[in-house]
C-alpha cells in the first residue's frame, strides 16, 4: 500500500513506501525487453521515491540524504533522455491537430523522420549494462534506507519535509512568472511534482482536502509538463531546421509558442490557488490533520 497506515509510525511507513517505490522502479527495468512503458514507470517510481525521501531527510541526516538522492536522480537521468525522445512526437502530432487547419499545410514527414530517429538513438543508449548499473544503485539505496536511525518525531520531521517542498514551490513558482524562462518552469514543475507524491503518501490523514489538493498538484504538474514537452520539441524545431521546407518551421514555432503561452497561464492561474497560503500556516494546517488522525 503505497500510503500510510494508521497502525504504523509516521517515518516508519514513509520509509516503507519509499523502498516500495525503489522495489517498483527495479522490477520495471527487470524485464527481458524493455518497452517505453517500462522506462516511464521506472521514471514515476524513482520521482516518487525522490519524494518521500525528502520527507524524511530531517532524520536520515544530511550525509545520507544526499547520498541517496544523488544516486535515484542518476539513475533518473539516463531514462530522462529515452522519454523526451519518445514524446516528442506526440507532442508533435497533439500540436498539429490542436492546431488545424492553421498547420495542415506544413510539410512535416523529414521533421517526424528526425524524431523517430532521434528515439531510435536514445533507446539504444539505454542498454543492459547501464540498466544492470542502474539496478544496482537502486538496490544499494534500500539497503541503505533499512539501516537507517530514524531520528526526530513524525509530524516535526514529515512537516519539516512538506514545507521545505511547498516553500520551494512557491518560490520557484513566483521565478517562474517573472522570466517565463525554460529553466525557471523546470524547476517549479519539479517542486510540483514532489509536493502531489507527498500529499498521496499523506492523503489518510484527511482523505478529503487531500485528495482534493492532491489532485490539483497533478493537473498542475500535467500542464508544466505538456509545456516542458514543447520546449524539448522547440529545441528540436530550431536545431532541425533543414528538415523543414520554406518557412514551415517559423510557422510551427508561431503555434507551439502559442499553445505554451495557454498553458504556462492556466499553471500560474492554478499555481496562485495552491500555493496562496505561507509555508509555515500551510504546514500548521496539514499538522492539524495529521493530529486529528493520529489521535482517533
Avoid: C
Wanted: charged share 35%; no cysteine.
Amino acid at each position: 500500500m503505497r500510503e500510510l497506515q494508521p497502525d504504523e509510525a509516521g517515518l516508519s511507513g514513509v520509509r516503507r513506501i519509499l523502498q516500495e517505490w525503489l522495489a517498483g522502479a527495479d522490477e520495471s527495468l527487470r524485464k527481458k525487453r524493455i518497452t517505453d512503458a517500462n522506462i516511464h514507470d521506472a521514471r514515476k517510481q524513482l520521482k516518487k521515491s525522490r519524494a518521500a525521501l525528502r520527507l524524511l531527510r530531517d532524520s536520515t541526516g544530511e550525509i545520507a540524504y544526499r547520498r541517496a538522492n544523488n544516486a535515484l536522480r542518476d539513475a533518473a537521468r539516463p531514462l530522462g533522455v529515452a522519454r523526451d525522445s519518445k514524446v516528442l512526437s506526440a507532442a508533435l502530432d497533439d500540436l498539429v491537430e490542436r492546431y488545424a487547419p492553421a498547420t495542415r499545410a506544413l510539410e512535416l514527414d523529414k521533421f517526424r523522420r528526425v524524431l523517430r530517429q532521434e528515439k531510435t538513438s536514445s533507446r539504444q543508449a539505454v542498454g543492459i549494462s547501464l540498466l544492470n548499473k542502474q539496478r544496482k544503485a537502486l538496490r544499494e539505496v534500500k539497503a541503505r534506507s533499512q539501516r537507517w536511525t530514524m531520528k526526530g518525531g513524525d509530524w516535526p520531521v514529515i512537516g519539516g519535509g512538506l514545507g521545505r517542498i511547498y516553500r520551494g514551490g512557491k518560490k520557484k513558482m513566483k521565478a517562474a512568472a517573472e522570466s517565463r524562462d525554460n529553466d525557471a518552469l523546470h524547476d517549479w514543475r519539479k517542486q510540483v511534482k514532489y509536493l502531489w507524491h507527498q500529499l498521496q503518501i499523506l492523503q489518510p490523514a484527511w482523505p478529503g482536502p487531500l485528495k482534493e489538493l492532491a489532485d490539483q498538484a497533478h493537473k498542475l504538474a500535467e500542464h508544466l509538463g505538456e509545456d516542458h514537452d514543447l520546449a524539448v520539441l522547440r529545441t528540436r524545431i530550431r536545431s532541425h531546421v533543414d528538415a523543414f521546407e520554406g518557412q514551415d518551421h517559423d510557422a510551427l514555432i508561431a503555434v507551439l509558442d502559442r499553445r505554451r503561452k495557454r498553458l504556462q497561464d492556466k499553471a500560474f492561474k492554478l499555481g496562485k490557488r495552491i500555493f496562496e497560503e505561507k509555508p509555515r500556516r500551510f504546514v500548521d494546517r496539514m499538522g492539524q490533520y495529521w493530529q486529528l488522525w493520529r489521535n482517533e
